[in-house]
């Protein structure tokens, strides 16, 4: 693809170094270190604009208030968003054709879509229907009466369990679990557990992705309901009853108990817990290791275990390490008080 093809169908706007630069050859898209003449790069994050000058990439995507670059630059009012659309037109991952593997074992009673791909050893269940479009690959497993929507694809060893709904363009990765059933036990007198039927199922709606070896437990009753366009790292565990709001990035590692309620566009980073039983309201963000034991404000960022007001937290983190010279300070002080005050008695005396 020529270099002013890709602005066009980009829309952005090629700022040329030389006048034959829009009839470069672009072959594909690469990261700043290792992008080469037939590949274009991109800057999203001004604090690594020195690597620019290093780079021997054919063009670069930038912010369209980025200054003059040594190599031909797209303007963009979102360089990461173009670089990601950038990429779709040069890769696009493999698609199985329509069709059912002879291998797949699909009960009688299963609703399968129109161009519907249904991989070798799958298991579709009583009941189940598939909407148009779906790609369901290798070793998937489907239970009872669950609903799958239009467009979505499910990648190998992925489980959806009993009467768990999926909306359409959903995506899991490998061995995401849909509808686990959740912790619960009630305690008998003799410490022994009682296991409690859950029996609310998990919903996923529309354009959520689920990436590999997370889980969506169900609930013990109502539902698990994850809203539309949230995406969901690996390693992720989502507790029974829990609400993820419209567009959350939840990243890998973190933990919500039962009952957490998230509002819309909240982002939790790496390894967050989250205690249960709270909520943390609109355009909240958590740092990475964050412990959420309450309840957090629209709006707010926290950081810490326990968490609090990240403004605060970055101080603190910086008098952490002088915490031991600190003490060692007030000890002192504190004796020369006590030595001060001694004098006075003796002095009264």
């Known amino acids: 693809m020529k270099l002013r093809e890709l602005a066009e169908r980009l829309g952005c706007e090629l700022r040329p170094v030389s006048p034959d630069d829009g009839e470069r050859e672009i072959e594909g898209v690469a990261g700043m270190e290792y992008a080469g003449p037939a590949q274009v790069t991109f800057l999203a994050n001004p604090k ?3 690597k620019v000058k290093e780079s021997r990439a054919g063009a670069i995507i930038v912010g369209v208030d ?3 670059m040594h190599i031909p630059a797209l303007l963009s009012d979102n360089p990461y968003l173009d670089f990601a659309r950038a990429l779709e037109l040069f890769y696009q991952p493999p698609r199985p054709a329509p069709g059912i593997h002879p291998t797949a074992v699909i009960a009688p009673t299963a609703e399968i879509g129109e161009g519907v791909s249904i991989g070798a050893y799958a298991v579709i269940g009583e009941r189940v229907r598939i909407g148009r479009g779906t790609v369901i690959h290798p070793m998937v497993v489907i239970y009872e009466g669950a609903v799958i929507g239009a467009d979505c694809v499910l990648h190998a060893h992925c489980t959806v369990r009993e ?3 999926l909306g359409d363009r959903v995506i899991l990765q490998n061995g995401v679990v849909i509808g686990a059933d959740g912790f619960g036990f009630a305690k008998r007198k003799d410490g022994t557990h ?3 039927v859950q029996s609310g199922p998990a919903v996923i709606e529309d354009d959520v992705e689920v990436q590999s070896l997370s889980n969506v ?3 013990t009753v109502g539902e698990t309901r994850v809203k539309r366009g949230a995406k969901i790292d690996s390693l992720v565990q989502i507790g029974h009853a829990c609400v993820v709001g419209e567009d959350n990035i939840l990243c890998a590692q973190t933990g919500l108990a039962g009952s957490s309620v998230l509002g819309r566009n909240v982002l939790l980073a790496g390894q967050v817990g989250v205690s249960g039983h709270l909520t943390i309201h609109d355009n909240a963000v958590a740092y990475a290791q964050s412990g959420i034991g309450g309840d957090v404000a629209a709006g707010s960022v926290v950081a810490g275990s326990p968490a609090f007001d990240a403004a605060q937290w970055r101080r603190a983190v910086t008098a952490f390490p002088r915490l031991p010279e600190l003490a060692k300070a007030v000890r002192q002080l504190e004796k020369r008080l006590a ?11």
Do not use: F, Q, S, W
Request: hydrophobic letters at 30%; charged letters at 40%; a positive charge.
């Open 48 to 50: 690594y604009a020195h």
């Open 163 to 165: 009467h768990c709904r």
């Open 194 to 196: 009682y296991k409690i």
């Open 66 to 68: 980025a200054g003059p």
């Open 339 to 349: 030595e001060l005050e001694a004098r006075v008695e003796e002095k009264k005396a």
């Open 217 to 219: 437990d169900r609930a």
